[in-house]
């Protein structure tokens, strides 16, 4: 499955979320690292919510740049 991942630069480094996964997160001081670190607590999360038989949410989001 491919979720949508947010990207946010801050002044201490990057965050990350996926909005069809409520309460997954990751922050780190480089995007390489943000990345790296989601990407591995995404599968921790999905793999959790399997063992505790939870539903895993389909991949709704969607994401669009609007000029203005």
């Given at each position: 499955m491919k979720y949508l991942i947010v990207y946010e630069k801050s002044d201490t480094g990057w965050g990350?979320?996926?909005?069809?996964?409520?309460?997954?997160?990751?922050?780190?001081?480089?995007?390489?690292?943000?990345?790296?670190?989601?990407?591995?607590?995404?599968?921790?999360?999905?793999?959790?919510?399997?063992?505790?038989?939870?539903?895993?949410?389909?991949?709704?989001?969607?994401?669009?740049?609007?000029?203005?």
């Open positions: 990350a979320y996926a909005p069809d996964l409520p309460g997954l997160g990751a922050a780190g001081k480089t995007l390489d690292e943000v990345k790296e670190l989601i990407r591995e607590a995404m599968e921790f999360h999905l793999e959790g919510m399997r063992e505790h038989g939870d539903p895993i949410p389909p991949p709704n989001a969607i994401t669009e740049y609007i000029s203005v």
